[in-house]
């Protein structure tokens, strides 16, 4: 029997890869129910007659009229604006992609969980800008949720082994970025095409600049203690440039146990959809004869400081969180569009953070998705006025 497969932000890297192992699967084994973009509606149409969907929903409205023209006479059904990926989301289906970039995808995500479908979350902001309330909605709802980030995927495949009992910590690996070795003076003049030069990983731009600026670390330091219920003394972080081992737990006999593979998001993806089977991937298989070395580090949090704020709003708590994931989306946008110094992003996050601390709900969780959405706006706008007054 077919299984329903939806897949929000299709037309992005994680979504471009999960309908690559969809589209490898035999004949009949899936049956894509919705896909979603934001602007991009020549690649949402292409996808959508090429996996015949039912349903596509583009949230941004500038493109409707290309997409309805592009898929007149085709029967595929076509919402608009955020609603309709909510729409999109909540519609039945087994499993769901969660591929959206941003705290823009926690409503369709949570849509999805509420379904109680099998939920595959590539999107870490969700957890960042909302955990207690997001774990609180799966909690609810049954929903299964399966992380894709390749660290936390690595994670749940190896207390998926091992039941976890006797967990002393978890190990998430970094790759640390196309940055690494760069000098604090190199890196106050680099640009937005030197930060998306992942030595690793392709990806799609705001997680690059992510990695760049190691916030991604620190967004999934945030995404790996809600996900597996450790406090921030208990999820370090190591720098591996290799990114072969994609993440760890130690126990408390001194045990460390890794799930490896080859950096390609098919694996974590693949694991995710056939949960709990596995299924094929067409990966480059790992030749640990053919390996030059695996090396591991202690991250820089002088010259990444990204990492620190992360840790401080997870262990301040509540809407800390919600305020870093925020401010630092506005700080990213605004390097890609060369307004501010790549410096400039951590250093922005910090004061946004600075100016929202005083707040009698900054360490408290937000309690609706209504305030998730509130707070998220107030730290965006804060982190508008502080750019303008760079
Ligand atoms: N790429 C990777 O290898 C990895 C990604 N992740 C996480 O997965 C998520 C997706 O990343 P990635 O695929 O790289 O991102 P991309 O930028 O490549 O794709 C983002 C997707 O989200 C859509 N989108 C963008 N903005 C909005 C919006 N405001 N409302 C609705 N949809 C929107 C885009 O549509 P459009 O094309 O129209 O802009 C696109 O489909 C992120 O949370 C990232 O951190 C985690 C691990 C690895
Ligand atoms: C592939 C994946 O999971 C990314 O989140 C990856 O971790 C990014 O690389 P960094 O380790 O450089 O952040
Ligand atoms: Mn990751």
Same mark, same amino acid.
């Given at each position: 029997m077919s299984r329903?497969?939806?897949?929000?932000? %299709?037309?992005?890297?994680?979504? $471009?890869?999960?309908?690559?192992?969809?589209?490898?699967?035999?004949?009949?084994?899936? $049956?894509?129910?919705?896909l979603?973009?934001?602007?991009?509606?020549?690649?949402l149409a292409?996808?959508?007659?090429?996996?015949?969907?039912?349903f596509?929903a583009?949230?941004?409205?500038?493109?409707?009229?290309?997409?309805r023209?592009r898929?007149?006479?085709?029967?595929?059904?076509? @919402?608009?604006?955020?609603?309709?990926? &909510?729409?999109?989301?909540?519609?039945?289906?087994d !499993?769901?992609?969660?591929?959206?970039?941003?705290?823009?995808?926690?409503?369709?995500?949570?849509?999805?969980?509420?379904? @109680?479908?099998?939920?595959?979350? *590539?999107?870490?902001?969700?957890?960042?800008?909302? @955990?207690d309330?997001?774990?609180?909605?799966?909690?609810?709802s049954?929903?299964?949720?399966?992380?894709?980030?390749?660290?936390?995927?690595a994670i749940f495949?190896?207390?998926?082994?091992?039941?976890?009992?006797?967990?002393? =910590?978890?190990?998430?690996?970094?790759?640390?970025g196309?940055?690494?070795?760069?000098?604090? $003076?190199?890196?106050?003049?680099?640009?937005? +095409?030197?930060?998306?030069a992942?030595?690793v990983w392709?990806?799609?731009?705001k997680?690059?600049?992510?990695?760049a600026?190691?916030?991604?670390? @620190?967004?999934?330091?945030?995404?790996?203690?809600?996900?597996?219920?450790?406090?921030? /003394?208990?999820? $370090?972080v190591?720098?591996?440039?290799?990114?072969?081992?994609? +993440?760890?737990?130690?126990?408390?006999?001194? %045990?460390?146990? +890794?799930?490896?593979? /080859?950096p390609?998001? =098919?694996?974590?993806?693949a694991?995710?959809?056939?949960?709990?089977?596995?299924?094929?991937a067409?990966v480059? =298989?790992?030749?640990?004869?053919?390996?030059?070395g695996?090396?591991?580090?202690?991250p820089d949090?002088?010259? !990444?400081?990204a990492? =620190?704020?992360?840790?401080d *709003?997870?262990?301040?708590?509540?809407?800390?969180?919600?305020?870093?994931n925020?401010?630092n989306?506005?700080a990213?946008a605004?390097?890609?569009?060369?307004?501010?110094?790549?410096?400039?992003?951590?250093?922005?996050?910090?004061r946004?953070?600075?100016?929202?601390?005083?707040?009698?709900?900054?360490?408290?969780?937000?309690?609706?998705?209504?305030?998730?959405?509130?707070?998220?706006?107030?730290?965006?706008?804060?982190a508008?006025?502080l &750019?303008?007054?760079?």
């Amino acid at each position: 029997m077919s299984r329903k497969i939806s897949v929000l932000g %299709s037309t992005g890297s994680i979504g $471009d890869s999960t309908l690559d192992i969809i589209g490898r699967a035999e004949d009949g084994a899936f $049956d894509v129910v919705a896909l979603t973009a934001n602007r991009n509606s020549k690649k949402l149409a292409e996808q959508a007659v090429k996996f015949n969907a039912d349903f596509v929903a583009l949230a941004d409205p500038a493109n409707e009229g290309d997409l309805r023209a592009r898929l007149s006479g085709t029967g595929i059904e076509i @919402g608009i604006g955020p609603q309709a990926l &909510i729409e999109a989301a909540a519609r039945p289906a087994d !499993f769901t992609m969660a591929a959206i970039i941003g705290a823009a995808g926690l409503e369709p995500t949570l849509a999805a969980v509420d379904q @109680g479908h099998h939920v595959g979350l *590539a999107n870490k902001e969700c957890l960042v800008c909302a @955990g207690d309330l997001f774990m609180a909605r799966v909690a609810a709802s049954g929903a299964k949720l399966l992380p894709v980030d390749s660290e936390h995927n690595a994670i749940f495949q190896v207390l998926e082994a091992d039941a976890p009992k006797g967990v002393r =910590r978890l190990i998430l690996t970094a790759s640390g970025g196309p940055f690494r070795e760069t000098s604090l $003076d190199v890196l106050k003049t680099v640009k937005p +095409s030197d930060a998306l030069a992942h030595p690793v990983w392709d990806m799609g731009a705001k997680i690059s600049i992510d990695s760049a600026t190691l916030m991604n670390k @620190g967004l999934e330091l945030i995404e790996a203690a809600y996900l597996f219920s450790r406090p921030s /003394s208990e999820v $370090d972080v190591v720098v591996h440039p290799q990114s072969i081992v994609h +993440s760890m737990v130690e126990y408390i006999d001194g %045990s460390v146990l +890794s799930q490896m593979g /080859s950096p390609d998001m =098919r694996t974590p993806i693949a694991y995710a959809i056939g949960w709990p089977a596995r299924m094929e991937a067409p990966v480059e =298989r790992l030749d640990l004869t053919k390996l030059s070395g695996l090396t591991f580090f202690e991250p820089d949090t002088t010259r !990444f400081s990204a990492l =620190r704020l992360a840790r401080d *709003a997870l262990e301040a708590g509540g809407q800390a969180m919600c305020v870093l994931n925020a401010a630092n989306e506005i700080a990213v946008a605004a390097f890609l569009r060369e307004e501010i110094a790549f410096l400039d992003i951590p250093r922005l996050v910090e004061r946004t953070l600075d100016s929202h601390a005083k707040a009698a709900c900054f360490t408290k969780p937000n309690a609706s998705v209504e305030a998730a959405i509130d707070c998220d706006g107030a730290a965006r706008a804060t982190a508008t006025e502080l &750019i303008a007054g760079l």
